[in-house]
């Protein structure tokens, strides 16, 4: 134990000195030292933790960021370029004015996190690293911790009304080296509505954290789709803090990438609060290799909240998915309302799918389930298809979208649901025609 110990301090402190502390503004600074210091009391993850055991973090935690080659779709647009929206740009980690829209919008500020640390006086001193340290407990996050004492870049977003138009980010990569590490923070005021899109795969290695408070009767819609980048490797982490009557709703499109890991980490702390989170993962390891673990942890701590966790992965060709999902219900959550479901559709014998769902409930008085299921193609449905001349492949791409069409319905804007939904055919297509 004590040599593992070690190892896992060694690490660390390796991957901390390739990097380079950012100094910016007195509550920055505080900010960044109390992160580094949870860092080294924790130490990066390796396979013997816990919440690794699925997921091997080797890539995500080395000195030096993997290679990954850079991918251009020449066969489709950007998702969401038909979407009237705020466009914020970041090429291999860093923001590009010159490729972004003006940040100002109508009910929004914007802000770069720099100018934002350089103030001594800013809403974003009480957000920054504040909701990812109490994400911490009682499970260890050192990856989100690593982001919030090193993140180069990002953005600061205030919603103070109805915003007139999402904020998309988008996040192009054009190194094949590039190592980025970028972290936002939202804050959406009372009864104030936003919507944030996210797009692109950033980075041969990117590790992101979105802070989000919600205030009472606030709403928080968050769509993302992870790039198409093959050979990418990713860990995010949406922290988000929800007042009373709030509601937060996100749901992320993932396909490609060696590996990608994305965490919810979510406290409903206001009576009837809303917390819905989904995802719908495809993945073909028969190029390049393909991992996605989705892990989620939603705490209810007020009454009569609702949460949902929605996810689904096709997987063919070696292909691994994982999912980890935990529903806590604290003393005095009453009238709980939580519900989880994964399923995974493997296309073939190689592809694998790992699930742990949990329920940890103090009170007596709550409706909460989780399922979770592992399959082939209904054999019943491909024949009755292919009994009415659908050929097989088609047939089973109209059931592999049946299938994944439960977790796109989270998504309350239809347009952007029917343009995931064409984005998905297409990559069932591509796969199709070799």
């Known amino acids: 134990m004590a040599v593992a110990q070690q190892a ?13 502390l950012p100094q910016g503004g007195v509550w920055g600074n505080a900010a960044r030292a109390d ?6 009391a924790m130490g990066l993850p390796t396979r013997r933790d816990e919440y690794w055991k699925f997921t091997d973090p080797t890539s995500l935690t080395q000195v030096a960021a993997p290679r990954a080659a850079l991918f251009e779709a020449k066969d489709e647009g950007p998702i969401f370029d038909g979407v009237d929206r705020l466009r914020v740009v970041f090429v291999d980690g860093v923001f590009d004015p010159e490729q972004s829209d003006d940040l100002s919008l109508s009910g929004v500020e914007i802000e770069r996190l720099s100018d934002a640390m350089a103030r001594d006086i800013h ?47 988008i996040y192009l990569h054009r190194s094949e080296n590039s190592d980025a590490i970028l972290h936002h923070v939202v804050r959406v005021e009372e009864g104030a509505e936003l919507t944030v899109l996210e797009n692109g795969p950033a980075a041969a290695r990117f590790n992101k954290c ?33 007042g009373e009557e709030s509601v937060y709703k996100s749901f992320t499109l993932t396909v490609n990438g060696v590996l990608t890991r994305n965490e919810h980490v979510i ?25 996605h673990d989705d892990t989620v942890f939603i705490t209810h701590d007020a009454e009569r909240c609702e949460s949902r966790q929605v996810f689904k992965k096709v997987l063919r060709n070696g292909a691994e998915g994982v999912f980890q999902g935990k529903i806590l219900v604290k003393p005095g959550a009453q009238k709980t309302d939580g519900y989880q479901i994964s399923q995974a559709l493997l296309l073939d014998e190689e592809a694998s799918f790992q699930a742990k769902p949990e329920l940890e409930i103090y009170a007596d008085d709550v409706k909460c389930s989780h399922g979770s299921t592992t399959g082939a193609i209904d054999e019943t449905a491909l024949f009755y ?50």
Do not use: C
């Open 8 to 20: 896992k301090q060694d690490l660390t402190e390796s991957r901390i000195t390739a990097l380079d």
């Open 35 to 40: 992160a580094l210091a949870r860092l080294r």
């Open 123 to 169: 809403w974003a001193r009480e957000f920054y690293g504040k909701l990812e340290t109490a994400g911490q407990v009682p499970v260890v996050r050192p990856l989100a911790a690593l982001n919030t004492a090193f993140a180069q870049d990002g953005i600061v977003i205030r919603a103070t009304g109805k915003a007139e138009k999402p904020v998309s980010i």
């Open 267 to 291: 406290e409903l702390t206001g009576d009837d609060a809303i917390a819905h989170v989904a995802g719908a993962a495809m993945g073909d390891a028969r190029t390049h290799p393909y991992h």
């Open 210 to 242: 979105m802070e989000i408070s919600v205030a009472d009767r606030g709403t928080f819609h968050h769509l993302r789709a992870q790039g198409r980048d093959h050979e990418r490797r990713a860990a995010t982490h949406m922290f988000a803090r929800l």
């Open 385 to 434: 298809l292919r009994a009415r001349g659908v050929p097989r492949e088609t047939a089973t791409d109209l059931l592999v979208l049946a299938f994944i069409d439960e977790a796109i319905s989270e998504i309350e804007d239809e347009r952007l649901a029917n343009d995931i939904r064409v984005r998905l055919q297409m990559w069932l297509e591509r796969r199709r025609r070799g």
